[in-house]
């Protein structure tokens, strides 16, 4: 009986001590999602992408596919470079385990470079999903879904990023 107790014990004693740790880890999951957001693709800081990203990242975007930091890093200044007025609003963040989601409202560059036009300041908002999976902490895989529903019905315009 007692040995069944301790054992029990132990188990409850080493659950309780992964449970604020799984918490946390999902809380820097959720910010690393944030930050590549806002400090990345909002403020074209390329350097977070280092911090943020695994060095052996696929990032899957309306037209392309882009592999590793260096590719990662190119694609967003050529992106931000076409269009430097590119914001994104974060409006929510989910994770759980190994993956996470994103909902963000795209404004002015970042909807003129998914529609492919050359300028769009404050005519239009779009939103946009992304699934993220995680691996040694930072971003391995990402996935983008834009809505371009509202864009089309508003425009008449058809296009995606190229």
């Known amino acids: 009986m ?12 080493l659950l309780a001590a992964c449970g604020p740790v799984l918490v946390a880890d999902d809380a820097s999951k959720r910010e690393l999602i944030s930050r590549q957001h806002i400090e990345v693709w ?10 943020i990203f695994s060095h052996d990242f696929v990032g899957h975007f309306p037209g392309a ?8 890093k190119a694609y967003v200044d050529d ?15 989910i994770v759980e385990g190994s993956r996470g989601a994103s909902q ?9 470079a998914l529609l492919g036009a050359a300028s769009m300041e404050g005519a239009l ?14 971003i391995i895989r990402q996935w983008v879904y834009p809505d371009t529903t509202r864009a089309q019905q ?4 058809p296009g995606l990023m190229p």
């Not at 909002?42 to 911090?51: V, Y």
């Not at 992106?79 to 963040?93: G, I």
């Not at 963000?104 to 003129?112: N, P, R, T, Y």
């Not at 508003?154 to 315009?157: C, D, I, L, N």
């Open 2 to 13: 007692l040995q069944r107790l301790l054992t029990a014990a132990a188990a409850f004693w």
């Open 42 to 51: 909002s403020r074209g800081n390329l350097a977070a992408i280092d911090e």
């Open 65 to 72: 596919v882009v592999e590793g930091r260096r590719a990662l």
């Open 79 to 93: 992106q931000r470079n076409a269009h430097p007025q590119w914001r994104e609003s974060v409006q929510s963040v």
């Open 104 to 112: 963000v409202l795209l404004h002015d560059g970042a909807v003129a």
């Open 125 to 138: 908002i779009l939103e946009q999903g992304s699934l993220f999976e995680f691996e040694r902490g930072r």
């Open 154 to 157: 508003a425009t008449g315009h």
